[in-house]
């Protein structure tokens, strides 16, 4: 309407403008109905246009009035549903605070009021029943959303977690099944059939789901990837207990493939090279070993890298382990391995310089027991026995725990690799169940002789005429005798008792 008006001004505007600008006013009769109007140009255009915009102004009118009924019934609509939105939005919000009566109060209308959302007011009825811990009326909607093909999904979602909260496992199954059958499928149903699979060691089946979870774009390529080598190396880990020879062909063949896929994954590598050096291709398990290295070093790479070979010599040795380190020196197992390489070797200087780059790092039992090892390869047994205690409080390293005392790397029980392969295809992080479980492990703390041996200086003062050697306090338990009485000559000195305390202590 305002802008035919304008449109209407502008015209009349340049109209008479012309009319001024040629100096004719112009002349114009107008007969009607037996009535004769003579009057100029000019001012038969501006009454035409005004007559014009009359009969727009009073057509625009009239629509108004008619559709009047339609516009009051599109605001009636409109205001429906705002209060219907607010509805469900109070619903969602209260069934999530677990106010169960609240949400079925909401969800109770929302149905009366969101005709347009009928797929919303389901589920939040399905959420406001389980809120309100009725698991039938739960199902009930849930089971409602299944004759929706946009809902269906969600409907089997909603049943699958009622089953399984009512530990149905297998009707938790046949929905996830039924689910990841649809066009459209959540990464959830595969989750559930993975695990379903995991818990029954059905390895190869599991494969197969991670190939099909790829194919359909359910799972990220990396997430496929890593969940194929877990599964690899897991099922190498099964077939390698069996005495067949062709299982334990297949074994070496899924371990190798598992270290090509994921050379970070410890497991995988270890077990491959394990394997190709009970073949007789320990320079192919070196490889492999060396590989791994470069990616994520772990102490059990280095451990199996040290064992491939059993007839060098123990320099030989070394220069071989410091290689390896060299390979990715920034690394903190780099730099423990160049420690141990040292004192393999027994270059003493170079182990306390190779010591020294550890010293920013969290004291562990494990850092402990090698910063012990060191001392008391240079001949310091006190600071030794320091380290010795500090590793007694220390933390235990969970990479650590990952080797058995047996002597055999990642032992893990058929439910350790399943949650394994879960936690490694995710994230790609290896978690460790001999830690989490306390377990048994390899000893962090050397068993090394440097309780009170005859070379101390302080057990020898009595026989080189020299001063005691000063006594700390505070070192001591409350029966010990503090100061033991000097033997007399020709009599014989009492053993000292080997033990350890928390700081320097003397013999009793």
Known sequence: MIRAAIIVFLVAALATAMLAITGEPGHANVVWLGWRADMTAAAFVLITLFLALSAMVAWRLLLWAAEAP????????????????????????????????????????????????????????????????????????????????????????????????????????????????????????????????????????????????????????????????????????QLEASADPNSQAQALEFAVEAAKLQPGFAPGVVMAARLLGASGKPARAAQVLEGAW????????????????????????????RQLAELNPGARESRILLVEQALIAGDTSRAQAAARALEPETVTARIAGLMARVAFAAGQPDEARVWMARGVKAEREADWSDLDPEGRAFAYEAADWARLV???????????????????????????????????????????????????????????????????????????????????????
């Open 294 to 321: 470069k990616v994520a070093p772990h102490p059990a790479l280095w451990l199996a890298y040290r064992d491939l070979r059993t007839s060098e010599t123990p320099r030989q040795r070394a220069d071989r382990l």
């Open 70 to 237: 339609r516009r009051a019934a599109r605001a009636r609509a409109e205001g429906r549903r705002r209060q219907a939105n607010d509805v469900l939005t109070r619903g969602f919000v209260a069934a999530a605070a677990g106010d169960g009566s609240e949400a079925r109060r909401l969800a109770q209308k929302a149905a009366e009021l969101a005709d347009e959302a009928p797929g919303l007011v389901r589920v939040l009825a399905a959420q406001a029943a389980e809120a309100a811990g009725d698991a039938a009326a739960a199902q009930a909607a849930y089971g409602a959303m299944l004759g929706l093909p946009d809902m269906r999904l969600a409907g089997h979602k909603g049943l699958m977690q009622l089953a399984l909260a009512q530990g149905d496992r297998a009707g938790a199954i046949s929905h996830a099944e039924q689910a990841y059958g649809l066009a459209r499928t959540g990464r959830w149903a595969w989750r559930v059939l993975l695990e379903a699979k995991l818990e029954d060691g059905d390895w190869s089946g599991a494969r197969e789901l991670a190939k099909g979870a790829l194919d359909r774009k359910i799972v990220s390529p990396i997430v496929a990837e890593r969940a194929r080598a877990a599964l690899l190396a897991a099922s190498a880990g």
């Open 422 to 508: 879960m936690s490694f295809a995710e994230t790609g992080e290896l978690i460790h169940p001999r830690h989490e479980r306390r377990e048994r492990t390899m000893r962090e703390l050397p068993a090394l002789p440097i309780s009170y041996v005859d070379s101390v200086a302080f057990l020898e003062a009595h026989e080189v005429d020299a001063a005691p050697y000063p006594v700390e306090e505070g070192v001591y338990e409350e029966d010990e005798t503090l100061v033991p009485p000097v033997p007399q000559p020709g009599q014989r000195r009492p053993q000292a008792r080997r033990r350890l305390a928390s700081g320097p202590r003397v013999a009793k």
